[in-house]
């Protein structure tokens, strides 16, 4: 069965150094993957997404993710963290059964920047 | 750029009373979805739905709920008999299939 599986349930940074938020899937065919992040109160908005194209996909906001199909993992990462990135962040997989497409979400990842 | 739009933002409930939750999906999108999320727990998948029918549901959704495209544009979920525990928010989704779901910014339900 498809799944995705979230290593940390909470990350805190410094602002200013590295984010990674680590994201491992489960999948029988090669799948689509996707980072959604979500704000305080707020709805849920794509980062970024891979659908069999670039191994390494850059998104919004300068996170970028790479697909490793040997470690099965989609590990999302960006170079300096911002006060404005302190969100929850979801791993999703998609896959195709019944005739229709389904999303799957991880537990989520609580990303804390401190200043 | 298209969006999703859900109305209300909020809604609050008496428990036992019916609630219908609106959305207006991107238009040329063929599969719609709902999810949920109790505060602080993870987004569970609730239904989809494509050529005006039921694809999937969860154990969630059970006979208290259902999904309606009216219209062609909108696509409403019905809580017939509101229970506390479902309090919570409810995300609206739209997807031509083979790529990203686009999400609404989702209807607080609270039921009291």
């Known amino acids: 069965a498809q799944s995705v599986t979230q290593l940390d349930s909470h990350v805190s940074v410094s602002e200013g150094t590295p984010v990674l938020l680590r994201c491992n899937y489960s999948?029988?065919?090669?799948?689509?993957l996707f980072w959604y992040v979500q704000h305080p109160n707020k709805g849920l908005q794509l980062l970024l997404k891979y659908t069999s194209a670039a191994t390494l996909v850059k998104g919004i906001n300068g996170f970028e993710a790479e697909f490793k199909k040997s470690e099965t993992s989609f590990h999302l990462t960006k170079p300096s963290a911002h006060m404005s990135d302190a969100a929850e962040y979801f791993c999703v997989v998609s896959l195709y059964t019944s005739g229709t497409y389904k999303y799957i979400f991880g537990t989520g990842t609580r990303l804390k920047v401190l200043a | 750029e298209p969006e999703v739009t859900q109305t209300p933002s909020h809604q609050v409930t008496q428990m036992g009373q019916e609630v219908i939750l609106r959305c207006v999906p991107i238009?040329?999108?063929?599969?719609f979805y709902w999810y949920r999320q109790i505060l602080g727990q993870k987004v569970e998948f609730l239904v989809s739905f494509y050529n005006n029918e039921i694809s999937e549901k969860s154990e969630i959704f059970d006979d208290q709920f259902s999904v309606e495209r009216p219209d062609g544009s909108n696509f409403t979920l019905k809580i017939r008999s509101t229970k506390l525990e479902d309090s919570a928010m409810y995300f609206c989704?739209?997807?031509?299939?083979?790529?990203?779901?686009?999400f609404g910014q989702g209807t607080r339900l609270t039921v009291v």
């Open positions: 999948s029988s065919y090669s799948p689509s």
């Open positions: 238009s040329n999108h063929l599969y």
């Open positions: 989704a739209s997807s031509q299939g083979f790529s990203e779901a686009f």
